[in-house]
């Protein structure tokens, strides 16, 4: 019997050495400030307190990011690189952020399948070329919250805001806030083979309207749209 629990004992000790800690994130402050893209991008799980310049080196990553936006990142070009950054799959949420909204500022975000925004507030900027935030084809963004994307006016006359590759969609989430304010850009094909497309959807897929959504979405600068 003694031995038994032994054993017991013996195994519970090796399958509690061998079980991974739960990773904390990385924590940035002024005080880290600037930091840069590939450590923000290397960094898997980021949370921003207070104001942090996050400065361009490295765009691209084929991992996923999570950013608890508890302040403001403000996104510098550097090297001719411009202010943005492109991942797999994308979370930020900003609900410890100033006023219970997390801002960027500067910059530009781009996802290739999955990206989530709560309680954050996009700030673009006329010198950007980028959309503040890039759907690629079939990807999917997922609203919560309170979020705005600030359009982001060119002195060609376009606008910037978030722009849907063809298949892209917008989810709304439940507890999206109908003080949101986010301007949509579809691709030029977006609805090429599928003229009735829906971009924006409900959490089971079901097609919402701007009606349905207290009109907080507006389309190619109409905010009636």
Do not use: H
Not at 101 to 127: D, F, H, K, P, Y
Not at 192 to 209: C, Q
Not at 210 to 225: K, V
């Amino acid at each position: 019997m003694k031995q038994c629990v032994s054993l017991l004992l013996a195994l519970c000790l090796l399958f509690a050495l061998a079980a991974p800690a739960w990773a904390e994130p990385v924590v940035w402050t002024e005080a880290d400030s600037p930091k840069t893209t590939s450590e923000l991008l290397d960094a898997g799980e980021v949370e921003i307190r207070g104001t942090v310049t996050v400065t361009s080196n490295s765009w691209s990553t084929s991992a996923s990011l999570s950013i608890l936006l508890n302040g403001t990142m403000v996104m510098e070009e550097a090297d001719g690189i411009s202010p943005f950054f492109r991942i797999v799959k994308l979370s930020i949420d900003g609900s410890g952020g100033p006023k219970g909204q997390g801002v960027i500022i500067n910059g530009a975000i781009r996802a290739s399948t999955e990206m989530s925004l709560c309680n954050v507030q996009i700030q673009g900027t006329v010198a950007s070329s980028e959309d503040p935030v890039y759907l690629e084809i079939g990807a999917t963004l997922t609203l919560s919250g309170k979020v705005t994307v600030i359009r982001n006016q060119q002195t060609d006359g376009t606008e910037r805001n978030i722009y849907l590759a063809k298949g892209a969609k917008i989810k709304v989430a439940e507890g999206f806030s109908l003080d949101s304010r986010i301007g949509v850009t579809l691709a030029p094909d977006y609805a090429e083979g599928n003229e009735n497309a829906a971009f924006i959807v409900d959490e089971n897929g079901n097609p919402l309207t701007a009606a349905q959504l207290g009109n907080c979405f507006y389309q190619d600068g109409d905010p009636d749209t």
